[in-house]
């Protein structure tokens, strides 16, 4: 499905997948602290690393957590485009982010240093814990476009009559519903109704 104009006022974003380049972060600390060097962002053909990667749950789970608790010392980096395009958005609407995060604090730290051009007070990050948490949190904020990497999540917008945006990614390309997907921050800038 192509994608339709967005109005910036009704439009969320996710964070992880969408916004900042965590699998890459994933990637950079199984090499550094686990000495796993074979992993590269296309293998990563699932939301649930466990079930595409050749490396240990326990490890896994230790490097996520390092992930959520210290988003500045696993060294994420945003993906390339979100920064401009997200400062231009941000001139039109304030931007509203919704993680399935558990923890806020640190991933909001983050997003509020890497659009460091953006007034604080027009950025906005809500952590709801769960992935299914987020329809509920999208219908209470008026947000009726969201960009989002997790096809499961984007399916349950999709169902609740919003319109979900896959952001595309290794890991959602197994799409049955056709839902609109773009991989490019500045063809989402191009959508924007922006005056
Ligand atoms: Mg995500």
Same mark, same amino acid.
């Given at each position: 499905?192509?994608?339709?104009?967005?109005?910036?006022?009704?439009?969320?974003? &996710?964070? &992880?997948? !969408?916004?900042?380049?965590?699998?890459?972060?994933?990637?950079?600390?199984? =090499?550094?602290?686990?000495?796993?060097?074979? %992993? !590269? =962002?296309?293998?990563?053909?699932?939301?649930?690393?466990?079930?595409?990667?050749?490396?240990?749950?326990?490890?896994?789970?230790?490097?996520?957590?390092?992930?959520?608790? &210290?988003?500045?010392?696993?060294?994420?980096?945003?993906?390339?485009?979100? !920064? &401009?395009?997200?400062?231009?958005?941000? =001139?039109?609407?304030?931007?509203?982010? !919704?993680?399935?995060?558990?923890? =806020?604090?640190?991933?909001?730290?983050?997003?509020?240093?890497?659009?460091?051009?953006?007034?604080?007070?027009?950025?906005?990050?809500?952590?709801?814990?769960?992935?299914?948490?987020?329809v509920s949190?999208l219908q209470?904020?008026? %947000?009726?476009?969201?960009?989002?990497?997790?096809?499961?999540?984007?399916?349950q917008i999709h169902e609740a009559g919003m319109?979900?945006?896959?952001?595309?990614?290794?890991?959602?390309?197994?799409?049955?519903?056709?839902?609109?997907?773009?991989?490019?921050?500045?063809?989402?800038?191009?959508?924007?109704?922006?005056?």
């Open positions: 499905m192509k994608l339709t104009r967005l109005i910036p006022e009704e439009t969320g974003f &996710d964070i &992880d997948g !969408v916004v900042a380049d965590t699998m890459a972060s994933f990637i950079g600390i199984a =090499k550094k602290d686990y000495g796993i060097h074979n %992993i !590269v =962002k296309e293998q990563i053909t699932s939301y649930w690393l466990e079930e595409c990667l050749p490396i240990p749950d326990e490890i896994i789970g230790k490097i996520i957590e390092k992930i959520l608790n &210290d988003p500045f010392g696993t060294g994420l980096e945003p993906i390339s485009g979100a !920064v &401009d395009a997200l400062t231009e958005i941000s =001139k039109a609407a304030p931007l509203t982010f !919704v993680t399935a995060r558990p923890l =806020k604090a640190p991933i909001e730290k983050w997003i509020h240093t890497t659009l460091h051009k953006v007034p604080s007070s027009r950025i906005r990050v809500i952590a709801t814990g769960e992935h299914s948490a987020k949190v209470e904020n008026g %947000i009726m476009n969201f960009v989002e990497d997790h096809l499961a999540t984007c399916v319109n979900a945006i896959v952001y595309d990614q290794p890991w959602n390309r197994k799409d049955t519903h056709d839902l609109p997907r773009t991989g490019s921050w500045k063809e989402l800038l191009s959508k924007m109704e922006l005056s």
